[in-house]
């Protein structure tokens, strides 16, 4: 079993930045991708970025690349999600996720999910 706990949310105006972190306990953290996902108010929930349990993959939703960063410190069983010019259709609840070694922008390829943080952009 691996258990996740997310971090980092909060409110912050359009334009600004957070940092949010996936906090892992349970079996060796380095063998699992990680996925982040968000679900906004009355919508489904989406895919936003992914990591490979190598650190040598990542892959991103278009809403957010090249303004969202995906990372992992292994030895801190920790992945970021960093953050920067959001934008207020960025708000939403953000869930990280987890699965045996490779990524995959699919949330019924994870196996283990946070409870999730509040990310609020206002305008």
């Known amino acids: 079993q691996v258990q996740l706990v997310e971090s980092g949310g909060g409110l912050v105006q359009a334009g600004g930045s957070l940092r949010l972190s996936c906090a892992a306990s349970g079996r060796p953290f380095s063998n699992y991708a990680v996925g982040w996902f968000r679900q906004a108010p009355g919508k489904e929930r989406e895919f936003v970025a992914t990591?490979?349990?190598?650190?040598?993959?990542?892959g991103y939703a278009d809403s957010v690349k090249g303004r969202f960063t995906i990372s992992r410190d292994n030895a801190k069983s920790t992945v970021y999600l960093q953050m920067n010019s959001l934008k207020p259709e960025d708000t939403a609840v953000y869930y990280c996720?987890?699965?045996?070694?490779?990524?995959?922008?699919?949330?019924?390829?994870?196996?283990?999910w946070g409870q999730g943080t509040q990310v609020t952009v206002s305008s």
């Open positions: 996720a987890a699965r045996w070694y490779l990524s995959s922008s699919s949330e019924d390829a994870y196996n283990y």
């Open positions: 990591i490979s349990w190598s650190d040598s993959s990542t």
